[in-house]
């Protein structure tokens, strides 16, 4: 296993749960009648932000890692990151007992690169402007012999996030709700995959639509032409977490056989649905994990059914980012 | 029923879970390494602030709203409070279709007036200079037969704040803790007491322990004295959701056999808790919600064993008070 030749499917995903289980936090839904007064309907968030390292990112480098044969996986794993994948591949890395090279722009923000190493695994940075990203990762990994953990384009990794689609529908069945739209925030789409592989296996009808932030909609593009389209800009919001240039070869081909038309939201729509997760349901979102909720409050109109439900997927929003939100919206 | 003539026990936590199932949020244990390292032992966190409202007030208020006769609740209930009570009572009432009367300080945070009025309930406001709260509270149930629902010195109060215990006795079983300090925010010790007696019957390992703010320590000199004492300011601290007089009458005598010494925060510690728990967590937790934390992270010569359990009890932060404690800790 763990070739990388194997297309996810609802097997691979309650697999991965099995290799999860008693690891991962099971996010509860969380609710707010103050949310479903502005949305209109009932809202149900998925608050991936609580879990391990702060995103589910954990769950997909957890099931990736651990379904590698154990005599490679005990030469280490090697990530490209500068965000949540880093962390979630470090501390999966860590409880393996495991080594984990995690590669890193020397310009990414200080605390993730801090934090990164403080899981506990060995931070290479490189120069964007003078270093080549991808054979430096090359070396190390020949040299060492680390498996590669990419951050969405691995079937392991897709049936990792998949696990909070088994979640979702287990959790919207003892709420009543049988049909909605499940708004999911959406980079390369590695947990849009694997949450629509879930749901149409456990709860078909739940609708997966990815949410993007404005200028960075390469999903919501591919969606309606058909084909991967790229982003223009490669970067400039506030939505960082979430930003890639495209769909990927693995997930496009599910999302696009799954989901629901995308919807996007602006930086400033974002913003306010971070503060309204830290005002009525006490959690903290970055805005790139805010986008899901934000479609929720705010395109009332292109939304369907009497419910809703939003996965905030990831809390690693630097302080100063916070407190604008707040002292602009709060 | 519901005459608070009978004492809180064990088999009225039972019943109480029972009313509440499926009402309430079953808060998960969250946990971080980072957290780990500075209380030098696993801390699991007990995040009521998720819990409807922002704290763990909606149980004991559904515990008592649902406790009482039905005909008698037909008529409504009444509370004073201008804060967390306000909300649980507030919910829990429009929950059950009844109408709620708050009796509120005219002088209360505009926020915590608003939330309390948006869930639905009649807010009564009154000048704390120049009118009597209990006479204007006793005029309006006599005049409507309302129901009184007290904060904590309450059987079925206690009761619902009881199902805490009953979920961390579970959820410290399946993290195979036995022992450990159970660190409980306690302002009149409703939550304490409450707790405490659901781990007597079901998890007697785990030994509950009040955590409080600096000069606001009436239950920790109550414990050592042996008899209730109260504090010599009623006001003044960051921490204003646990600051109460003294210990309540009925939940002293359960605090005096059930509970280990008490302990005593900083407000400085109290807000780096705020700060730790946004960070590592992505909660969001008020300075009185966070004094059991920041006794978990700070006092770690005070604790025994491998783990300490806290509980976060509310996340009813001003935005301002919350961005202070960022700007100055984060």
């Known amino acids: 296993m763990a070739l990388g030749l194997e297309l996810t499917d609802i097997r691979m995903i309650e697999a991965a749960r099995e290799r999860l289980a008693g690891r991962e936090l099971r996010t509860p839904f969380l609710s707010s009648p103050f949310l479903d007064e502005i949305a209109g309907r009932r809202v149900l968030v998925k608050p991936e932000c609580l879990q391990r390292t702060g995103s589910f990112k954990f769950r997909g480098a957890w099931s990736a890692i651990s379904a590698l044969e154990p005599e490679i996986r005990a030469n280490g794993v090697l990530a490209f990151s500068s965000g949540n994948h880093a962390q979630g591949v470090a501390l999966a890395a860590r409880m393996h007992g495991i080594s984990a090279v995690i590669i890193m722009p020397a310009d990414a923000p200080r605390l ?18 003078t270093e080549d990203r991808d054979a430096l990762g090359a070396a190390l990994a020949h040299e060492r012999g680390l498996s590669l953990i990419k951050p969405f384009d691995d079937p392991f990794v897709i049936a990792g996030q998949g696990t909070v689609g088994l979640e979702i529908a287990e959790q919207a069945r ?113 805005p790139g994990g805010a986008v899901a909720l934000a479609a929720a409050l705010f395109r009332r109109d292109e939304l369907d059914g009497d419910a809703v439900i939003a996965v905030c997927s990831g809390g690693n929003v630097d302080p100063d980012v916070f407190q604008a939100a707040l002292a602009r919206y709060a």
Not at 112 to 119: C, F, L, P
């Open 174 to 286: 003892l709420e009543g709700i049988g049909e909605a739209d499940v708004l999911v925030c959406c980079g390369g789409g590695g947990l849009t995959a694997g949450i629509a592989l879930a749901l149409e296996a456990h709860a078909p009808g739940l609708k997966v639509r990815p949410a993007e932030p404005a200028g960075f909609d390469d999903t919501a593009r591919s969606l309606a032409s058909g084909r991967i389209e790229r982003n223009v800009r490669l970067g400039g919001s506030v939505c960082d977490a979430i930003i890639t240039p495209q769909p990927g070869n693995l997930t496009f081909p599910i999302t696009s056989r799954l989901c629901g038309p995308g919807l996007v939201v602006s930086d400033d729509e974002a913003l306010q649905a971070v503060v309204l997760a830290y005002t009525r349901l006490k959690i903290v979102v970055e």
């Open 112 to 129: 993730k690169i801090d934090n990164t190493r403080a899981y506990g695994a060995e931070v290479v940075l490189y120069n964007r402007e």
